[in-house]
């Protein structure tokens, strides 16, 4: 939550309504991605859902990132 607050405002809102879009609940092991320009830089960002928190959360959360960027690619 703390780096999502330190976006600015408009890129704030893209990334809530991603969100919202999407169905992001949270869930351990979701992810959704948004694309954001910053000035004449683009910043990929994604949420990934760590549900409670638990360590089989934090493992499945994990486990969905390295599926999603380093074996399946970007």
């Known amino acids: 939550r703390a780096r999502l607050d330190a976006l600015p405002a408009e890129a704030r809102a893209l990334v809530c309504g991603v969100a ?27 949420l990934l859902g760590v549900g409670g928190g638990s360590e089989p959360d934090w493992e499945r959360a994990g486990g969905a990132l390295t599926a999603r960027y380093l074996v399946g690619g970007p």
């Open 20 to 46: 919202q879009a999407t169905a992001f609940d949270g869930e351990a092991g979701a992810i959704a991605e948004v694309f954001v320009r910053e000035g004449e830089r683009v910043r990929r960002i994604a």
